[in-house]
């Protein structure tokens, strides 16, 4: 076989792909060869001179070309000095040694000349316990330097590369890991080398310093205690930390994190999150996370949590005991009759959605329950034809296409951007459909700027022109994606919401949905590796689908005899009072500006980790635990059903979502209440035909993953998390099993609102209910901002800097006007403003 | 020369047509290969070899000219670019032509800013006079060429360094392979060649590969310029047939003219500090790339630095080493913490503070350095502290016995600095 490679490495035969760097081959093997400038991640450099090792190649006869062999048989090797084996490839018949005396010496010497320059300040190093320096150190180095200290340099110790992330120089053993990972991995090169010799330093060349979502991932791969992050450094040490698994609270990719959580003196003996770093799946987040997540825990330690049941009385709210709240809570639900709605945000996990919907639909006999915000359709469709199980956008390359219509994914989903792009690194085509440049177009040679509000159109025509032949001349740029579309080997298509109704979103769903199925019996859809992935813009979007927070859908998408209410109704007989009672389960819907106020209800529930303005208004407020302090599960895009665990101890008396619903369903005449989520799941893995042979247990299984990173080894320690605790599992889409039908596309009307039309988009850090408690990215927080053209501001008389108010989702914002040719004519961007749906007209209010 | 009319008058770029008119680009590396020219850069890889490592399938390829110029006591490609610069363009070009490239590249340090002048007015006479541009001498060959100042960095004179530089990016050499020949400028198929072996490359074509061989010995043909400098009575740089013994350089009439002041040979660097310093016995040696092999040294780019009696060695060794630690990139651990070490060492062993336990140290860490790190600056590091430890132990020993202290240190001796 020509695609593997035969070699041994310390008397030990393996065969490894061809193309494996000696460097991997021995970890393989369990043979590991220390490193510090190689990450498995990133193309070897060979710099730090650590993996030196003996290699030796078999000697071929200059004329026949045949191995020459020694008199016992065996082939003649020649060994030419030390190389590098991260940078070496292995190669037919290579010997690698790695225990002679002068490899043993070489380690010895490097690390020597490492601890020259270095200050051994690790008993107040936050690496100290998971540093590979110091590792490495104890199992290769000689144990003592003739090195006189006092000949040492001395260098700044607390360089901020900006805000978050800081730089001790002194400790910095210029791997260039994290250059590398800017560079290569995540293309943001704020930071680099700079100067030469012993004084090469890294340093930030971007303002705000270190601009770049992705920072916090220097001080994981950083091989010794250089960088680190604002809110951890000299926090706690390592080995003091408790691992705790857990899940992305923001975007639907499913990233795995891991909480570091300590016990301490200063807040009572309770578990205190610490930091939050990543876990790996390779499937899902590799091991990279984006800045929201990691400083997000902030939140936990919020004074203003809510901690006890609070009831109005005479106006006030006042804090209950638990039984009067519930009681309170079930005796008024009931009262209502079927004037009664259920609204959920879809940061709550599947137990809590599973049983909130029971709670209406069983408990009081009411299918008005749906997700409060919804903006983006076709979870019906990918129920379908979503991305199929067993795929890894890590396997996207060569031949294969990938289309991203309607969303700006670096802001929206770092990690599909990121996965996105490297795949297209690999060689796969992007299409990216779009009413304006986003950041994906740089990677992408089919780049469609519609106009707005031709986004069906312009999907409808891709999807047309994918059923004709390829074309060679004369292509129009449409035709021309098509092409690549249909000639690729694997397809994936992602779709949001930006600019985009929600109806208009379901038409794009359902286009894509055929796209993937023109091929009929061997369409794209069903196969690993293709499919759909809805841009949900939530963690656990994907999960409300499955469980049913739907007027129309019950769990497992079945059809609702009689569809409820959707939230726009709800909210509107809210108003008119022909709604009664409302329950919001982690919901703000006054503050989002989706309803004006309380109107005419007679009672209204939220359940909510802080008093939020909706909240403010009602008549009993529910303290919920977050997902830091309980279990539970939560489904991303690509429908991956994710165990998280609980890392800190409750605050206050919140209780967990699924209980207190559990409490209350109990009170309207349901069952007693299961007393474990895990029984929760059983339940509605029960409901839930999708999550057949789903368990916790089942969750929670592990496989060994590759690249080894992470794991407490020598080499890649405090890199991430390992994952012990649940790769998770994905549910199939329809068409894995069997032919899907094409799906009726509705004509969704497009008539443009005004001349120039405002199109929200995306930002990262964008105000959150958790995200808010990070003080230390506040300054990072996308301010409101109104982008337009030069063209189009002079025709509205707006100039560069100015602040203007404008409507957004019905209430006046002030932004400040930023021109931008990147800006379509006729468009203006909002940016850093609550979502809002669709295209409106731009007005700017006094 | 520098004038593009004086150097057509004396046959300037006639090579340059005969190579476009009568050879295919393959036929010019077979005549450059049959010369047996070798680099000048002081690792001496034969030029025709290097230029047919590069592949032949169409594409963007580029030939760097490297004036880098910084090892320590070389000068002569700075005065063959003030000089003489047309003899290095029509290399350049024929060099271009044999490897299908169309645009090439001069690299100078950035202290040359001023001489580079010279060749600035050259390559514009060029392009005024259509030898560089489009359709050159009425055929389809194109070609274009720019110069380029460095900020002034030895390292940048490797050429993985040089080409980072030229890039834009940091001054850093990457680890080989992929070797320029595959992966060089902005990735694509480069050759990086002295300024030194380009010039010889015309008169090569006028007359032939024999008669270039007829010239020098039989392993390194050809003539070499040696950049003579140190306490010598004329210094300066030379132009010698290889094979010219080192003692003839030193002494003789038309070279060095012997020691200055009439004082005792000392010691002879034949490499500029990149090679191991030789004592008097190699002065018998014969001026060839394999000439100082049985002395242990090699001739580089032969600058040759002579110090008579009156040298401090363990100074002397200190002065090099200071310089490659101030120009060692800092890329890999061996070279950049290394070189700061021997320094430090060698600093304090100089200034009569060091003990016989720094010596073994210093020894200790240079035999460390060899043979790990990732460029050859490495390497040279360890050339000054080696050799002069092998040749002049008692130096090194008489000071670490605190017996004699900072002797005839003439001039101002570097500091150790960060
Ligand atoms: C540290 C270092 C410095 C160098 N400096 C120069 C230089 O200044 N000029 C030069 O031509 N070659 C220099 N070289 C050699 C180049 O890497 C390269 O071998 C040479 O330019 C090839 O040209 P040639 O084959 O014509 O000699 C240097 C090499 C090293 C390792
Ligand atoms: S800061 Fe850390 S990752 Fe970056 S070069 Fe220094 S040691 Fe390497
Ligand atoms: S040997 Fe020195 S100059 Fe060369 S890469 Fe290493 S640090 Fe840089
Ligand atoms: S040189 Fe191979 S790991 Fe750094």
Same mark, same amino acid.
């Given at each position: ?846 | ?13 006639e090579a340059l047509q005969k190579v476009l008119n009568e050879y295919q680009p393959g036929e010019v590396i077979d005549i450059v290969k049959a010369s047996g020219l070798r680099g000048r850069g002081g690792a001496g890889f034969p030029t025709g070899l290097k230029w047919s490592f590069i592949p032949k399938a169409p594409g963007e390829k580029y030939i760097v000219v490297n004036s880098d110029e910084s090892e320590m006591g070389t000068f002569k490609d700075r005065e063959l670019l003030e000089k003489n610069p047309h003899q290095v363009i029509e290399g350049a ?17 950035? /202290? ?7 060749? =600035? ?5 060029? %392009?005024?006079? #259509? !030898?560089? &541009? ?104 030379? /132009? ?7 003692? =003839? ?5 038309? %070279?060095?003219? #012997? !020691?200055? &002041? ?47 009696e009156t040298t401090d060695m363990v100074w002397a060794a200190l002065k090099m080493v200071h310089f490659f630690k101030h120009e060692s990139c800092g890329k890999c651990t061996p070279c950049r913490e290394g070189t700061f070490w021997m320094e430090r060492l060698l600093h304090r062993i100089y200034e009569g503070h060091g003990t016989e336990q720094d010596l073994e140290v210093l020894q200790s860490v240079a035999t460390q350095i060899k043979g790990k790190t990732l460029c050859a600056l490495g390497e040279f590091a360890v050339n000054p502290v080696l050799s ?31």
């Open positions: 076989m020509s695609d593997q490679v035969n070699l041994t490495i310390d008397g030990v035969e393996l065969s490894v792909p061809n193309g494996t760097l000696v460097v991997d081959a021995a970890k393989m093997i369990e043979n590991p060869i220390p490193v510090f400038c190689y990450h498995p991640k990133m193309a070897p450099v060979g710099m730090c001179r650590m993996c030196l090792v003996e290699i030796g190649l078999p000697v071929r006869d200059r004329n026949s070309g045949e191995p020459v062999l020694n008199d016992d048989g065996t082939p003649q090797v020649s060994f030419r000095g030390l190389q590098t084996a991260c940078t070496v490839q292995v190669s037919e018949g290579m010997v690698v040694r790695t225990t002679t005396e002068v490899v043993t010496k070489a380690r010895e010497d490097v690390i020597e000349f490492l601890l020259t320059s270095h200050p051994l300040d690790c008993p107040i190093c936050d690496k100290g316990g998971e540093c590979p320096l110091q590792n490495l150190t104890m199992e290769h180095g000689k144990g003592t330097s003739r090195m006189d200290y006092s000949l040492k340099m001395k260098l700044d110790k607390h360089v901020p590369l900006g805000e978050l992330i800081y730089l001790d120089r002194e400790r910095c053993i210029q791997c260039g890991r994290c250059v590398r990972f800017q560079e290569e991995i995540v293309d943001d090169p704020v930071i680099r080398f700079h100067n030469r010799g012993r004084s090469l330093e890294i340093v930030t060349m971007s303002d705000p310093g270190f601009d770049s979502y992705w920072s916090g991932n220097t001080t994981d791969i950083c091989p010794v205690g250089a960088l680190t992050t604002a809110d951890f450094r000299f926090g706690a040490r390592p080995w003091e930390l408790t691992p705790v698994a857990t899940l992305s609270p923001h975007c639907p990719s499913g990233a795995n994190m891991t909480f570091s959580t300590r016990r301490e003196a200063k807040s009572g003996g309770r578990s205190v999150i610490k930091r939050i770093m990543p876990r790996q799946n390779e499937p899902v987040n590799e091991i990279w996370i984006s800045d929201r997540d990691r400083f997000v825990h902030h939140f936990a330690d919020a004074p203003d949590r809510l901690k006890k049941p609070l009831m109005r009385k005479n106006g006030q709210l006042v804090e209950v005991e638990w039984g009067e709240a519930l009681d309170a809570v079930a005796g008024k639900l009931q009262q209502s009759g079927t004037a009664v709605a259920g609204l959920s945000g879809d940061r709550v996990s599947n137990e809590d959605m599973f049983l909130f919907q029971k709670l209406f639909r069983q408990g009081l006999k009411s299918h008005n329950i749906d997700l409060a915000n919804r903006r983006l359709a076709g979870g019906d469709v990918v129920a379908k034809v979503g991305i199929s199980q067993g795929s890894n956008l890590l396997n996207l390359g060569q031949g294969d296409a990938i289309v991203v219509i309607a969303s700006d994914l670096h802001e929206e989903v770092p990690v599909w951007w990121l996965r996105v792009k490297q795949a297209a690194q690999r060689g796969a085509e992007l299409v990216i459909l779009n009413l304006r440049p986003t950041r994906l177009d740089e990677c992408s040679r089919n780049v469609i700027h519609y106009q707005p509000g031709q986004a069906i159109a312009t999907l409808r025509q891709l999807v047309n022109d994918a059923k004709v032949a390829a074309a060679d001349a004369d292509n129009s740029p449409i035709k021309a994606a098509a092409d690549v579309i249909m000639q690729a080997n694997n397809v994936v298509a992602f779709y949001g919401a930006e600019g985009l109704t929600y109806a208009e979103t379901d038409a794009v769903a359902r286009l894509l949905a055929n796209l993937l199925l023109i091929k009929n019996e061997e369409a794209y859809a069903g196969r690993p590796n293709n499919g759909l992935i809805p841009v949900w813009p939530h963690n656990n979007t994907q999960g409300a689908w499955d469980m049913g927070i739907h007027p129309a859908l019950e769990p497992g998408y079945k059809p609702a005899a009689k569809p409820g209410m959707r939230a726009n109704e709800v909210y509107a007989a809210a108003q008119t009072g022909a709604l009664k009672a409302l329950f919001l389960l982690a919901a703000d819907p006054i503050g989002d500006g989706l309803m004006a106020g309380r109107g005419q209800l007679d009672f209204l529930v939220v359940q909510e980790l802080f008093l939020t303005e909706t909240a403010a208004q009602a008549d009993v407020v529910l303290p919920a635990q977050s997902w830091a302090e309980r279990e539970g599960t939560f489904t991303s895009g690509e429908r991956r059903v994710q165990r998280y665990y609980p890392a800190i101890q409750p605050v206050g008396e919140a209780r967990p979502d699924w209980q207190i619903l559990a409490q209350i369903g109990e009170r309207v005449g349901l069952e007693k209440p299961a007393f474990a989520a895990s029984l929760v799941f059983r339940d509605l893995a029960k409901a839930v035909p999708q999550y057949k042979g789903m368990d916790y247990r089942a969750l929670a299984r592990v496989e060994k993953q590759w690249p080894d990173v992470g794991g407490d080894d020598l080499y890649y320690g405090g890199n991430a998390y390992e994952n012990r605790v649940g790769l998770g599992m994905q549910w199939p889409a329809a068409a894995e099993s069997g032919a899907v039908d094409h799906f009726e596309v509705a004509d969704v009307d497009s008539e443009l609102p005004g001349k120039v039309v405002v199109v929200r988009t995306a930002a990262l850090f964008t105000p959150g209910t958790l995200i808010n408690h990070t003080e230390l990215l506040q300054a990072r927080m996308a301010q409101p901002t109104l982008i337009i053209q030069a063209a189009d501001a002079a025709k509205l008389q707006l100039a560069q800097g100015e602040k203007v108010m404008v409507e957004v989702a019905g209430r006046g914002v002030e932004t400040a006007v930023r021109l931008s040719e990147d800006t379509p004519e006729g468009v203006a961007l909002l940016r850093g403003v609550p979502y809002q749906a669709g295209l409106t007209e731009l007005k700017v209010m006094g | 020369m520098h004038k593009l009319e004086v150097y057509r008058a004396n046959g300037g770029y070009m024929i060099a271009a032509y044999a490897i299908g490239a169309k645009q090439i590249y001069n690299y100078m340090r950035g /202290e040359f800013m001023g001489i580079g002048q010279h060749f =600035e007015e050259a390559l514009k006479a060029c %392009y005024d006079a #259509g !030898i560089l &541009g489009d359709n050159i001498f009425g055929t389809d060959f194109s070609c274009r060429m720019y110069g380029y100042y460095g900020a002034g960095a030895y390292i940048c004179g490797e050429e993985t360094a040089l080409l980072s530089s030229l890039q834009g990016d940091l001054g850093q050499p990457w680890s080989k392979p992929p070797f320029p020949a595959i992966e060089g400028l902005y990735k694509k198929p480069t050759v990086v060649n002295n300024t030194e072996t380009l010039a010889n490359v015309p008169p090569i074509i006028t007359n032939g590969a024999d008669w270039y061989k007829s010239i020098g010995t039989a392993q390194s043909p050809g003539p070499k310029i040696v950049c003579l400098s140190g306490h010598v009575n004329n210094p300066g740089n030379y /132009e010698v047939e290889m094979g010219m013994t080192f003692h =003839e350089l030193v002494y003789g009439e038309n %070279y060095g003219g #012997g !020691i200055r &002041g009439g004082k005792k040979f000392k010691a002879l660097l034949p490499s500029g500090g990149s090679g191991p310093v030789v004592k008097e016995d190699a002065l018998k040696a014969p001026i060839t790339y394999e000439g100082l092999t049985p002395y242990g040294s090699t001739v580089g780019s032969a600058s040759v630095v002579v110090m008579d002069t430890i092998r040749h002049f132990f008692d130096e090194y020993k008489a000071k670490v016995q605190g017996g004699q202290k900072k002797v005839a240190a003439k001039t101002a001796v570097p500091t150790p600095t960060d």
